[in-house]
């Protein structure tokens, strides 16, 4: 099983709603990874996860908070967004001690906030 | 990290091969490039990677300059499914420090698959 899930495929929220944003790997990976793409744009890193522990945040904003449970999953909660935040939501995932680690991606969450 | 420099797009014939340059002048010698592209609305896909050989797998072939600088990422025989956004990414080795997690995305190259 190569695959990352995320869910939900689609998304809209208002300004004032908070929702959460998932992702599932059962490849063994330790390494996860959230991304925002704008369109036309290349993904932009928002955070990574190491063995469970938040290890780089790009200064991104609070209202973005991520939360990752167990080794497969990796949460994106979100509340307060704004309608700048639409974007596509991209989680991947990677070994984290080999000596080359690809990273698998998901399909992305597409959001839009209104 | 190294700085990636791509063409912004490239077209191709169908059947023809694809040859998709990169420079990354400023590469340090513990950094491996690697190759994603991204089909319109998927997620990015893992090409192919190296240090400083020439490296070659099912999708496509990476030619590494001697001096590393450069390097070329070849599809052999492209197809109109190849169509897509290509980056080329510079990558520390893997240490324990945290900061070789990242993956940072350059402009890439729109590459068109042309019938």
């Known amino acids: 099983d190569t695959e990352v899930t995320q869910t939900p495929k689609h998304l809209v929220m208002g300004m004032t709603n908070k929702k959460s944003l998932k992702c599932e790997q059962h490849?063994?990976?330790?390494?996860m990874y959230w991304y925002k793409q704008k369109a036309k744009k290349p993904p932009e890193l928002m955070f990574v996860?190491?063995?469970?522990?938040?290890?780089i945040n790009e200064s991104v904003p609070s209202r973005f908070s991520p939360e990752c449970p167990n080794s497969s999953l990796l949460n994106l909660h979100l509340h307060a967004l704004q309608p700048e935040d639409s974007a596509l939501y991209l989680c991947?995932?990677?070994?984290?001690?080999?000596?080359?680690?690809?990273?698998?991606f998901g399909q992305g969450t597409r959001l839009t906030v209104v | 990290d190294a700085k990636t420099t791509q063409p912004t797009s490239m077209d191709c014939a169908e059947g023809r091969a694809a040859n998709l340059p990169c420079n990354h002048s400023?590469?340090?010698?513990?950094?491996?490039v690697y190759w994603y592209r991204q089909i319109h609305s998927q997620g990015p896909q893992y090409i192919i990677h190296?240090?400083?050989n020439n490296e070659t797998n099912e999708m496509a072939s990476l030619i590494i300059t001697e001096d590393r600088k450069s390097s070329t990422l070849i599809l052999p025989h492209a197809t109109l499914r190849d169509t897509a956004v290509y980056y080329c990414?510079?990558?520390?080795?893997?240490?324990?420090?945290?900061?070789?997690?990242?993956?940072?995305f350059g402009k890439g190259t729109l590459l068109t698959v042309n019938p």
């Open positions: 400023t590469i340090s010698g513990n950094e491996y």
């Open positions: 190296g240090l400083k």
């Open positions: 490849m063994g990976h330790r390494a």
């Open positions: 996860y190491s063995y469970e522990k938040l290890s």
């Open positions: 991947a995932s990677s070994q984290a001690r080999r000596l080359t680690r690809e990273a698998f």
């Open positions: 990414i510079v990558r520390p080795v893997p240490d324990s420090g945290g900061s070789n997690y990242k993956l940072t």
